[in-house]
């Protein structure tokens, strides 16, 4: 069974520009969760989205949005990139996102914010 | 609001020492608790778990149990590996309906031969 995989691994971006991740959860899995891992801050929730609904948000700027496909493959976008936006984003999908349900985890991509 | 606390690293023990991370968490109601690896370039793996209080999860060597008197979940192994050089990181589940899991802010753990 394929893990949970991440597009781009690495980025590198400018002040300004904007960036879009995308996140293919595995087979089944119909929740898809975000996080920002930063060293200052270690794992900050972004938001997580279930059958294409998103069903909370962390504290982020409405900089960072995201979507959910028919198949569950999830985006996020970050619009008018700072230099603090540079960090590893993780996704994790689960089967319903619920309490007891494991979070499997991506590679995640590396944004670099020039 | 919930939280969870975990020991500041990073911790360096020599093989075969014995290994305690501390995590104590805040939470209303009684969330699963678990313990994520994270090796270097890599994503989170679960590592263990537990889902109601004085459940003992464990994996690998490791092991910790759910102690809701104490609210906490430390991590335990008898004889740490080089290869267990990692960061590790307490997450509990929001009961609160949110959908979310909140992590400790992770503890690198460094184990020399």
């Known amino acids: 069974k394929a893990g949970v995989t991440q597009t781009p691994r690495y980025l590198i971006k400018t002040r300004g520009q904007q960036v879009t991740l995308s996140c293919s959860p595995i087979?089944?899995?119909?929740?898809v969760s975000w996080y920002q891992q930063t060293p200052g801050q270690g794992l900050q929730f972004l938001f997580e989205y279930f059958s294409e609904t998103q069903r909370n948000k962390g504290n982020f700027p409405g900089r960072f949005s995201g979507r959910q496909f028919s198949n569950s493959r999830s985006e996020m976008n970050v619009s008018t990139l700072e230099l603090g936006d540079s960090a590893l984003y993780l996704c994790?999908?689960?089967?319903?996102?619920?309490?007891?349900?494991?979070?499997?985890f991506g590679p995640g991509t590396r944004l670099t914010v020039l | 609001g919930n939280s969870v606390t975990q020991m500041e690293g990073p911790v360096t023990l020599s093989e075969e020492a014995f290994l305690t991370i501390n995590c104590t968490y805040t939470?209303?109601?009684?969330?699963?608790l678990f313990w994520y690896v994270q090796y270097p370039g890599e994503g989170l793996q679960l590592l263990l778990k537990?889902?109601?209080?004085?459940d003992k999860g464990s994996n690998k060597g490791f092991e910790a149990t759910y102690r809701k008197e104490t609210t906490s979940f430390h991590l335990e192994k008898g004889s740490v590996q080089v290869s267990d050089s990692a960061v590790y990181f307490c997450?509990?589940?929001?009961?609160?309906?949110?959908?979310?899991?909140?992590f400790g802010t992770g503890t690198r753990l460094k184990v020399l031969a």
């Open positions: 997450a509990l589940s929001d009961l609160s309906g949110t959908y979310k899991y909140i």
């Open positions: 537990a889902t109601k209080a004085d």
């Open positions: 939470a209303t109601g009684y969330p699963s």
């Open positions: 087979s089944g899995h119909r929740s």
């Open positions: 994790a999908s689960s089967i319903t996102g619920t309490a007891n349900n494991e979070q499997f």
